[in-house]
T-cell receptor
Framework: KAGVTQTPRYLIKTRGQQVTLSCSPISGHRSVSWYQQTPGQGLQFLFEYFSETQRNKGNFPGRFSGRQFSNSRSEMNVSTLELGDSALYLC??????????????FGPGTRLLVL | AQSVSQHNHHVILSEAASLELGCNYSYGGTVNLFWYVQYPGQHLQLLLKYFSGDPLVKGIKGFEAEFIKSKFSFNLRKPSVQWSDTAEYFCAVTLNQAGTALIFGKGTTLSVSS
């Protein structure tokens, strides 16, 4: 079974631009969560989508948004990029039915550098 | 706010030494507990998890962890480490009423010398 895939793997943008990251979950998984990983703040939860609806949201500004499609693939968008948005963005998928009591499987991440 | 604390930022061991990494969480309700590992150049992988039942859980590659509810702890152990265990280890929790949002500790870097 194929794992979680994320595209692109690397991205360089400049301040003020916007970016869209994509995540394809494991087949049959309906929940997709996004995390931001930085050396200073560690791994922080951004949001979770289940059956095309945002089910949970972390403490990030409105510049960070996402969506999920009917095939469970998810995209994350960051508008008006800031230098501090430079990070590794991780996507994780799970079956979704049991919410917290499930294993999340992580993708390789998209490394975003904002100049 | 709920948080997860990992006491050791960097641990250095020789092969065959025993390992224990500490993890404490701050939440009085029901939690689900996880240890994830990130090997150099690889993505996060699940080592083990605790949802309910026997508080001593066994994971992959000889790792185990014990949930002690009274101490809000979920420490990771391995009796004899190998060079291939060099990696970053993350403790994480989810709260049943908060969906799948994993709350991670800051991570512990383990360096094993051969």
């Amino acid at each position: 079974k194929a794992g979680v895939t994320q595209t692109p793997r690397y991205l360089i943008k400049t301040r003020g631009q916007q970016v869209t990251l994509s995540c394809s979950p494991i087949s049959g998984h309906r929940s997709v969560s996004w995390y931001q990983q930085t050396p200073g703040q560690g791994l922080q939860f951004l949001f979770e989508y289940f059956s095309e609806t945002q089910r949970n949201k972390g403490n990030f500004p409105g510049r960070f948004s996402g969506r999920q499609f009917s095939n469970s693939r998810s995209e994350m968008n960051v508008s008006t990029l800031e230098l501090g948005d430079s990070a590794l963005y991780l996507c994780a998928s799970s079956l979704g039915g049991l919410a917290g009591a499930e294993t999340q499987y992580f993708g390789p991440g998209t490394r975003l550098l904002v100049l | 706010a709920q948080s997860v604390s990992q006491h050791n930022h960097h641990v250095i061991l020789s092969e065959a030494a025993s390992l224990e990494l500490g993890c404490n969480y701050s939440y009085g309700g029901t939690v689900n507990l996880f240890w994830y590992v990130q090997y150099p150049g690889q993505h996060l992988q699940l080592l083990l998890k605790y949802f309910s039942g026997d508080p001593l859980v066994k994971g992959i590659k000889g790792f185990e962890a014990e949930f002690i509810k009274s101490k809000f702890s979920f420490n990771l152990r391995k009796p004899s480490v190998q060079w291939s265990d060099t990696a970053e280890y993350f403790c994480a929790v989810t709260l049943n009423q908060a969906g799948t949002a994993l709350i991670f500790g800051k991570g512990t870097t383990l360096s094993v010398s051969s």
